[in-house]
Structures are given as structure tokens and as C-alpha cells.
């Protein structure tokens, strides 16, 4: 699970099988070039090795492992990477969010409940102010779509200590639990999941982080939860429906502030699984520009997910 680019843009360069940064930064749509810009790159990023823990690195980096640990217990999980003097907490560049150097550099989020795993993840403990100890989540890009971009090299994640976020598409709380961790306690996480059978952990999850107030609807209808979620700073959105557009901006304007930002992870194989990667994510673009949504920047989330992109944009409330 370690990653080697210690300095720069705070990202995975790709491993072996992963993708390759490739060409220019480009804008949006594009060819089929480098990762930032046209999608497709260089190759398709295999997934590593089998399911079950993250292995050791490949090439100059990436994760090599599949999609994480088994889903494991919700208590306290068992072990965690041990800390102490051995691992060395550094602070992304984006705030909120760490890096635990040691034998194998982590991606890690401070654990908002000390003790307590979400969904069987790894834990780092490290020797804190006054003999007391700091424990941190290790955040795995296989298993969410943000720590996917964060390790991708996004610019802009727009979601940081004290923001208030409206996550769209929450499941069981994997992803919706470290981005608690990430706004702290001053800030606060509305988590919209239409699933009752995911529901049901995401409300167990959000039982101890009182920042995850858990809504069991449909994003499709956002006037039915109105009168629980106030403007927010950022919308996140993992929706992976062929009008996942639509219910972004729905949801944008009744609840994003003005100049706040979106940041959505789009599936072409949902939204159209008859034209390329590249053909969707284009189209989606030009759908959320007509909605005042303004993309800011695009990136692929390869090795760590086939045919999938996060875009990042600036909701503009008045035209």
C-alpha cells in the first residue's frame, strides 16, 4: 500500500499496472490521452492482486493490492499498524487528510472515534502531546472513490475541517465515515443513501459520529429532505445513475451555496454503456455546464477504477 512520491502533487504516480500519468493536463473531453485530461492513458489498470488486504507496491508505486479488506466487524476491529516511533503522520496537502510513513506509506484520515473501526479498516496509532496517543484510519482507494482521486492526483478535494457536505449516494458509510473524520467535529456530513438495507449501517455508523446525519431518500426528490440539510459548502456525489446530472443539480440548487463546489464520481458503463469512457464523461461535462455548474478540473480514477472519472466544479447560483 505504499506510494513512493513524497513530494509534489501528494499522489500515486500509477503503478506498474495502472494507468500512467500520461500526457498534458488538457481540458475536458479531449482524446483518448493522458489521465488529466482525454481519457485512456496507458493501459487499464489491473486491480492487483486478489481480494483481501492490500499488498506491497508494484513498480514505482500504486496500491497492489484488490479492493481492501474483508468487510469486517464494526467494533473495535482487531489490530491495527502499529505506531509509536516506527510511523511518522504527515499531513497531505489536503487539509484534513494524512500520510503515515513507515514500512508502507498509508493514506489515513484521524480516526473521529478513537477505538472504533467502520468496516474492518486498518488503524495507525501514534505517540501524541502528554503521553497520550493519536489513532488514525487508513483510507483505502479501492474501496472509495475520493481517496481514489485524492491519490490520483486531484487538485481540489473542497472538502476540509469545519465544511459542511451534502454526500449523495452514501451506501453503507465507507467513504461518508472518513470524510467525517476530515471535517472534524465543527463540521458536519449529510449523508443521502435511498437503499434501506445500506441505511441500516450508515445509521449504526453515524451513531457515534454525531457529524453524519444519515437521510434515507431518494436524492431524486431532494424537497422531502429540506428541511434537514442547510447550504452547504461542497456536494459529493456517487450516485451511478444514467441521470446522475440531473440529480446533482437538483440537489445544487437547494442546497449548495453560491461559488460552492461539486465533486462527482461518474461511471460511464451507468450512465451509457454503448460509446466509449471518454464519450460519456464528455457529455456529462456539457450537462452539468448548462445546470451553472462550472468544471474545473477532470481526472480518471485508473488503477484504482475501470472506466470511471471525477470531476470537480464551481456552482455558480446566480447566472
Known amino acids: 500500500m505504499a506510494f513512493d512520491n513524497r513530494g509534489g502533487r501528494g499522489g500515486f504516480r500509477g503503478g506498474s499496472?495502472?494507468?500512467?500519468?500520461?500526457?498534458?493536463?488538457?481540458?475536458?473531453g479531449g482524446g483518448r490521452g493522458g489521465a488529466r485530461g482525454g481519457f485512456g492513458g496507458a493501459g487499464r489498470g489491473g486491480r492487483g492482486a486478489a481480494r483481501g488486504g492490500i499488498s506491497k507496491?508494484?513498480?514505482?508505486?500504486?496500491?497492489?493490492?484488490?479492493?481492501?479488506?474483508?468487510?469486517?466487524g464494526r467494533g473495535g476491529a482487531k489490530g491495527g499498524a502499529k505506531g509509536g516511533n516506527k510511523v511518522i503522520i504527515e499531513p497531505h496537502r489536503h487539509e484534513g487528510i494524512f500520510i503515515a510513513r513507515g514500512k508502507e506509506d498509508l493514506l489515513v484520515t484521524k480516526n473521529l472515534?478513537?477505538?472504533?473501526s467502520v468496516y474492518g479498516?486498518?488503524?495507525?496509532?501514534?505517540?501524541?502531546?502528554?503521553?497520550?496517543?493519536?489513532?488514525y484510519r487508513v483510507w483505502n482507494p479501492f474501496r472509495s472513490k475520493l481517496a481514489a482521486a485524492v491519490l490520483g492526483g486531484v487538485d481540489h478535494v473542497h472538502i476540509a475541517p469545519g465544511k459542511k457536505v451534502l454526500y449523495l449516494g452514501a451506501a453503507s458509510g465507507t467513504s461518508v465515515s472518513h470524510v467525517a473524520d476530515i471535517v472534524g467535529p465543527e463540521g458536519a456530513v449529510y449523508a443521502v443513501e435511498f437503499s434501506h438495507r445500506s441505511?441500516?449501517?450508515?445509521?449504526n455508523m453515524a451513531k457515534k459520529r454525531t457529524n453524519v446525519l444519515p437521510i434515507i431518500e431518494d436524492a431524486r426528490h431532494p424537497p422531502k429532505y429540506r428541511m434537514l440539510v442547510p447550504m452547504v459548502d461542497v456536494i459529493f456525489a456517487d450516485?451511478?445513475?444514467?441521470?446522475?446530472?440531473?440529480i446533482i443539480a437538483l440537489n445544487a440548487h437547494h442546497f449548495l451555496k453560491n461559488n460552492g463546489h461539486i465533486v462527482i464520481s461518474i461511471k460511464a458503463s451507468c450512465i451509457d454503456s454503448?460509446?466509449?469512457?471518454?464519450?460519456?464523461?464528455?457529455?456529462?461535462?456539457?450537462?452539468?455546464?448548462?445546470?451553472?455548474?462550472?468544471?474545473q478540473e477532470q481526472l480518471t480514477l485508473e488503477p484504482y477504477?475501470?472506466?470511471?472519472?471525477?470531476?470537480?466544479?464551481?456552482y455558480a447560483r446566480n447566472k
Open 305 to 314: 477504477e475501470r472506466d470511471h472519472a471525477v470531476v470537480v466544479g464551481r
Open 113 to 116: 472515534v478513537p477505538g472504533e
Open 199 to 203: 441505511g441500516r449501517d450508515l445509521i
Open 121 to 135: 479498516e486498518k488503524r495507525v496509532s501514534v505517540d501524541g502531546p502528554e503521553g497520550t496517543k493519536i489513532e
Open 239 to 246: 450516485v451511478a445513475q444514467p441521470d446522475q446530472a440531473r
Open 17 to 28: 499496472r495502472g494507468g500512467s500519468r500520461g500526457g498534458a493536463r488538457g481540458g475536458f
Open 57 to 72: 507496491p508494484r513498480g514505482r508505486g500504486g496500491f497492489g493490492g484488490g479492493r481492501g479488506g474483508a468487510r469486517g
Open 274 to 295: 454503448t460509446v466509449d469512457a471518454a464519450t460519456v464523461f464528455a457529455r456529462e461535462v456539457k450537462k452539468l455546464q448548462e445546470e451553472r455548474i462550472k468544471p
